[in-house]
């Protein structure tokens, strides 16, 4: 008796779950696959970019799925994108798991809105401007100097030597010039952190992410000391640090405390270096297999290199502003390799959005890597192509560094360091490839297989004709 009654209840509760959301709250189509695990299995049974592009050729731009325990709406039309990043961005807030939170540090950009976001936001960008970095072209061209000859006639593993190139950068971005004392040991602090990054959040004694958050620690104290230091000595110093120890909030004149600045100088480190280094892995691996362009890129920096060596001269900002075919080989890479896919945010309330209904606390993801490979925009997507980028791409379609308020703060550095390693390195050296395996490897960005191993030799002149 007791059951049924309970039975009945249940029943009524749903119907009256059902004609309570009202007809024009609709859910986004598409498969929420198993419960919990939903689709999770097949995302990474399919390669990721065939699991989207198989269930938006089904369902349409707007696709709802469940991954990694969460139900998640897709995004790869370039409007409802610009909408969620954009136009309507005080909807969608970031989200990122809690353990990357805890690695980075709480109080870094990424995982805020508002206030406290936009008055960092200003900070970073002030320090990354073409305006800021202008002066650090000697001191980046100084670090490739030092890396090229070491990768003469060896076997390098691109990945691996991309990441100490864009890590030397990142660190003078963030500290300045000038070494500090703490230098050293916050570099060996931060490798011993990175290795946990992608690791299994589990906090047990001997797991990498038990050892990495031991290096976090570790490494608060040793920023705190730097911090420290530099507002003693009152002399805040070079690079991001600088800028952010010396920011005083004009009307409260609360300076930031230490940890806020900590967690942002090591959020940004770990912004700019793998994203940077999975880049250029891609173009090199892009230049081997397009050997007219790379003959092509080569003239285009010996012309450059060729003025250089007559003024004697080192190379200067206003230089990289003349390359054109190489800023448009980083541009159809950055949009060929789309190292970031997709971006995640969550609703912060029931949003209704392009004519279906978003509930609070879904996560929402512009799809990145779909639209930059949507033939409508970028015809024979899958060709190499960099003369596409001589006419500039339909709006709102083209975002290797995001779009809005949380968009990247770094694209002038990241593109600089890029170009000022192929001046010196393509009328120098070439490169082949080690092995014969062709592939992508996820780390989490995607690269070629085993981090591209190459060789590397200097270039034979008298076989160009
Ligand atoms: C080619 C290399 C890079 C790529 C492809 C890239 C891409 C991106 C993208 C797509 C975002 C937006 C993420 C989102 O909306 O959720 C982002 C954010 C960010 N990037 Fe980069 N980035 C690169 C290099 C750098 C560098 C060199 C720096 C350091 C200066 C940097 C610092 C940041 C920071 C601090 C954010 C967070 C901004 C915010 O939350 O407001 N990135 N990046
Ligand atoms: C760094 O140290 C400060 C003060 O001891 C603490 O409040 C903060 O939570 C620490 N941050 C991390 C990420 O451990
Ligand atoms: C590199 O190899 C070339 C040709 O095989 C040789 O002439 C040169 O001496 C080598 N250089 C170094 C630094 O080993
Ligand atoms: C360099 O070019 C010459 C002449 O074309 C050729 O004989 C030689 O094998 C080439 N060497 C290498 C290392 O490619």
Known sequence: MIPGVLF?????LLVFLQWHRPKDKRLPPGSMGWPYIGETLKLYAENPNSFFFNRQKRFGDIFKTHILGCPCVMISSPEAARIVLVTRANLFKPTYPTSKEKMIGPEAMFFHQGAYHSRLKKLVQSSFLPSAIRGSVSEIEQIVLRFLPSWKNTTINTLQEMKRYAFDVAMISAFGEKQDLETE?????YHRLEKGYNSMPLDLPGTPFHKAMKARKLLNETLRKLIQKRRQSRREGGGLLGV????????????????QIADNIIGVIFAAHDTTASVLTWILKYLHDNEDLLEAVT???EGIRSKIVEANRGLRWDDT?????????IQETLRTASILSFTFREAVEDVEFEGYFIPKGWKVLPLFRSIHHCADFFPQP???????FEVPPKPNTYMPF????????????AKLEMLILLHHLTPTYRWQTVGVEDGIQYGPFP???????LRVGRRNKTATP
């Open 8 to 12: 009945c209840c249940f029943l009524l």
């Open 185 to 189: 040991g916050i570099k060996h602090l």
């Open 244 to 259: 952010l120890l010396g920011d005083k909030d004009n009307e409260k004149l609360n300076q930031l405390s230490d940890s």
């Open 299 to 301: 003239r285009e920096q």
């Open 321 to 329: 502003r003349r390359m054109p075919l190489t800023s448009r080989v």
């Open 382 to 388: 899958e060709r190499f192509d960099p003369s596409r």
């Open 402 to 413: 995001g779009n809005g308020v949380h968009s990247c703060p770094g694209s002038e550095l």
């Open 447 to 453: 690269v070629p297989k085993w981090g591209l191993p």
